[in-house]
């Protein structure tokens, strides 16, 4: 019989959700531990840009300088252009600057960044296992678990030396991605528009690949010729000329034995193009979330609960939104200051989250499909080709482009109707992907405002509950602190004395969670403060 151990928090499976959960409980001074059953290479790199909230996050965990310092090229620009093959006709350019040219982003302290998860998933590992209260282990597998009600029994094997053992957690976290073994054995389904589709990766190192092809730099490349929009070419390391071709979708029979891999790069290029192939990955496009976030004291985050497209980069950032809602809430129960209902707010909350995100990324990739008739003129040189090209820059950019113009769906998610927020009866703004409306609306993420000193004032958010005081005359919130000290719920004051920062939040009081989201607001203090601290913690 394997000996048994006690730790609050198991969490399986060492992506970069689970990561992010690890870290995130680390940086809390949680217990936890990571099982992962792979030894932590990254052979075929998925996610390549870290959002916008994802940096925000990292900002947090004082982790954001290595993120912006990775090997992706500070000057190297994140143009998107529309191309009939790298070789041919440039038909349209959307222009990002690159990081060191960037004006600061209006809304937040922070930028997207190109960071592949070669890159990513390292730093968030090395600073999850900086914290005395983590342990990762590697080459080591969940077997098999079960909720005894007052907790979970986890077998977990060595892969390397087939050593079993039995863990006893207060909780169990499901990481473990799109084939969740955890979501299958707690028998939660999956609900959606399903397989949308079986992209193709092809990994290659090409030095001067644009430079080659006649184009300035860019980070990504979309292919469109007479049979339509069907490949991108992404820059994932520039400064070692690594790139990806994704065919966008395939009939899903190929193998890596029967895939032409010189005459897909001829027709994304225009021409032969030698090239040195490194890795290959056939995967499926789907559009699924799952029907419950967890089940009694096993929770589910990432790829487990929601599959996306990846068109508008959201299946990670969705994710690591996940494990940042759940990790105050593991923190705050097994610290004891969060009430009963605290965790089952984890699934009310982020669902919705999923559903809306896996929602955008498919519309996003549906616009693809509207590029795929009378295209037979693009690549003429006459009038017709040229009006033809024309034409299709502008479409292009407005509706395929639109997955690159979504700072509202990387800020503006919010918690309508969360069990732990106390609704001001307010109207929400619009939930516009391409635009964001600050607000302080109960649920949603307290607006960035830079103070004085050069801060933001997100820089007050995360380790407790912060209660923000703004503008003159506002009360001193002392009911609500003590509230707060009678539930034993960390919380701390802050005056923020910048006019526009009582303009944007709109009431004088505004509790803010340790997650940066606004429980509550108002220019008094509550009739009943106990009952706003109650809520917000979930008793
Ligand atoms: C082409 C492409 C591009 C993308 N680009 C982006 C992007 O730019 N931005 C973005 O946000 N997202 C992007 N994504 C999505 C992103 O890669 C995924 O959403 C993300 O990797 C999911 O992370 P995860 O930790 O939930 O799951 P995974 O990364 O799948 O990790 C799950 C881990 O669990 C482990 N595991 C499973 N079962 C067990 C077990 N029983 N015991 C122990 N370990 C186990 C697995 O070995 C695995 O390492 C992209 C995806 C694709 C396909």
Redesign the pocket.
């Given at each position: 019989m394997p000996s048994i151990r006690n730790i609050p928090v198991l969490i399986?499976?060492?992506?970069?959700?689970?990561l992010a959960l690890a870290a995130d409980l680390g940086w809390r001074g949680v217990g936890c531990e990571l099982?992962?059953?792979?030894d932590g290479a990254i052979v075929t790199p998925?996610?390549?840009?870290v959002?916008v909230r994802t940096m925000e996050f990292c900002r947090r965990w004082g982790i954001a300088e290595k993120v912006l310092n990775c090997p992706f090229p500070a000057d190297y620009p994140f143009d998107v252009a529309f191309v009939t093959s790298l070789g041919g006709h440039e038909i349209g350019r959307m222009r990002r600057p690159a990081r060191a040219r960037q004006t600061p982003e209006r809304h937040s302290p922070m930028r997207l960044q190109a960071c592949s998860?070669m890159w990513f998933d390292p730093i968030l590992r090395s600073f999850a296992q900086s914290a005395p209260s983590v342990r990762l282990r590697h080459r080591?597998?969940?077997e098999a678990f079960e909720d005894t009600g007052t907790g979970v029994m986890a077998d977990i094997v060595d892969l390397e030396s087939g050593r079993r053992e039995r863990i006893a957690a207060d909780y169990l976290v499901g990481?473990?991605?799109?084939t969740s073994?955890i979501r299958s054995a707690l028998n939660i389904g999956l609900a959606g528009q399903g397989v949308m589709g079986h992209p193709l990766?092809l990994f290659f190192r090409a030095p001067d690949l644009l430079k080659q092809c006649g184009k300035e730099p860019g980070t990504f490349f979309l292919a469109i010729d007479r049979d339509g929009l069907w490949a991108n070419i992404r820059v994932i390391d520039p400064a070692n000329d690594m790139w990806r071709l994704?065919v966008l979708d395939t009939d899903g029979k190929q193998t890596p034995e029967t895939i032409d891999r010189d005459a897909l790069m001829r027709r994304a290029v225009g021409r032969p193009m030698p090239v040195e192939w490194l890795g290959l990955s056939i995967?499926s496009r789907r559009s699924l979330v799952a029907e419950s976030y967890g089940k009694g004291r096993v929770f589910l985050?990432?790829?487990?609960v929601h599959q996306l497209s990846?068109t508008g980069?959201?299946?990670?950032?969705t994710?690591i939104g996940d494990a940042v809602d759940l990790g105050w809430k593991l923190a705050a129960t097994v610290q004891g200051w969060g009430g009963d209902n605290l965790l089952a707010s984890y699934d009310a909350e982020r669902r919705p989250i999923g559903l809306r995100n896996v929602g955008m990324a498919a519309e996003f990739y549906l616009a693809h499909e509207h590029f795929e008739d009378g295209l037979s003129a693009i690549e003429d040189d006459s009038e017709q080709g040229r009006t033809l090209r024309a034409r299709l820059g502008r479409e292009l950019e407005r509706d395929v482009g639109a997955m690159f113009r979504t700072v509202g769906l990387q800020l503006g998610y919010r918690y309508e109707d969360s069990p732990i927020c106390v609704s001001d009866g307010t109207h929400a703004p619009p939930d516009d992907p391409e635009k964001f409306v600050p607000s302080a609306r109960p649920g949603s993420r307290a607006p960035h405002v830079v103070l004085r000193d050069g801060r933001s004032s997100l820089d007050f958010y995360g380790r407790g509950f912060v209660l923000a005081q703004f503008g003159a005359g506002a009360p001193d919130g002392a009911e609500i602190a003590a509230a707060a000290a009678a539930r034993g719920v960390p919380l701390r004051t802050a005056t923020i004395e910048e006019p526009e920062a009582a303009e944007l939040h709109e009431r004088k009081l505004v509790l803010v969670r340790p997650d940066g989201h606004v429980a509550w607001r108002g220019d008094r203090e509550p009739a009943d403060a106990l009952a706003v601290v109650d809520r917000a913690r979930g008793g």
């Open positions: 399986v499976g060492g992506g970069p959700v689970g099982i992962e059953q792979g998925k996610m390549n840009e959002n998860q080591t597998r969940l990481c473990d991605g799109a073994m990766h994704m995967w985050a990432g790829d487990a990846p980069a959201l299946g990670m950032n994710g």
